[in-house]
């Protein structure tokens, strides 16, 4: 949500992504109820860019669809989306669980299974993924023992796409992985990504496994034809979690 969301912009859309109109909720409702748990206490923050959270009111229409949210507002472009969470770090306790998601998707797939899965296990950390191929993506390699060896951005060294939800175990996990992958300078893009914080959790000795999830319910809306597509298979096929 610290983007500038310039290609909906660009093609006539006046509200900020996340306020974007899906079937008559905002584009981020659809993620907030994606995201919410009746089994485990979560707790929203939502980083966002600090025009539009003057310009829209973002203060009070996040903390109506997520009341108790904290909200980091930020002035200008980062150097990537691990930089953006990084900047919301002093608002969370660094020894509790963290789940860094995208603004823009939705899942057909139960969040509380994943929650389960994350934190029933040993695991350092989860990342949600979906069969594909496209270099759009993130990917995940896997050993013969299903844990990851190597997550890649916009590189398919495996079949196994990253969806865009990933768990660390604690954020101060994320907080050192980061550190170690600015200081190697590791960019994609020349941009800092949160997936390949990965490779430094698992060089340092961290358990890292996956949590596959059907192609087709894997929904992207960040860009104005992720959202054409989306909104013209809803139609045809009613969503199970749409209400």
């Known amino acids: 949500m610290a983007g500038l969301g ?25 993620v907030i109820e994606n995201l919410s748990s009746q089994n485990y206490r979560t707790h929203f923050n939502f980083i966002v860019n600090r025009t ?9 229409r996040l903390s109506e669809l997520a009341p108790g949210c904290q909200i980091i507002s930020v002035p200008h472009k980062t150097e990537g989306a691990a930089c953006t969470v990084l900047l919301a770090l002093d608002r969370i306790a660094l020894d509790r669980p963290l789940i860094i998601a ?49 997550v890649a951005e916009k ?6 796409a990253t969806v865009g939800i990933y768990y660390f175990k604690t954020a101060e996990l994320f907080q050192r992985a980061s550190y170690s992958m600015i200081r190697s300078d590791v960019r994609t893009n020349n941009e800092f990504y949160v997936c390949p914080v990965y490779n430094d959790l698992i060089q ?40």
């Not at 695991?123 to 060896?149: C, H, N, Q």
């Open 6 to 30: 310039s290609r909906f912009a660009d093609v006539g859309y006046v509200d900020p992504k996340p306020l974007i109109k899906v079937h008559g909720k905002p584009m981020i409702q659809w």
């Open 52 to 60: 539009h959270f003057e310009s829209f009111d973002l203060e009070n």
């Open 102 to 150: 995208n603004s823009d998707q939705f899942v057909e797939s139960s969040f509380e299974d994943f929650l389960k899965s994350a934190l029933e296990s040993d695991r350092d950390g989860l990342i949600m993924t979906f069969p594909a191929k496209e270099t759009k993506w993130s990917y995940a390699r896997l050993d013969d023992k299903d844990l990851v060896v190597e």
């Open 155 to 160: 590189k398919p060294i495996s079949s196994h």
């Open 204 to 243: 340092a000795g961290g358990k890292v496994g996956i949590f596959p999830i059907p192609a087709e319910a894997m929904h992207g809306l960040g860009t104005p034809e992720d959202l054409a597509i989306f909104l013209e298979r809803s139609v045809k096929r009613p969503l199970p979690l749409a209400a």
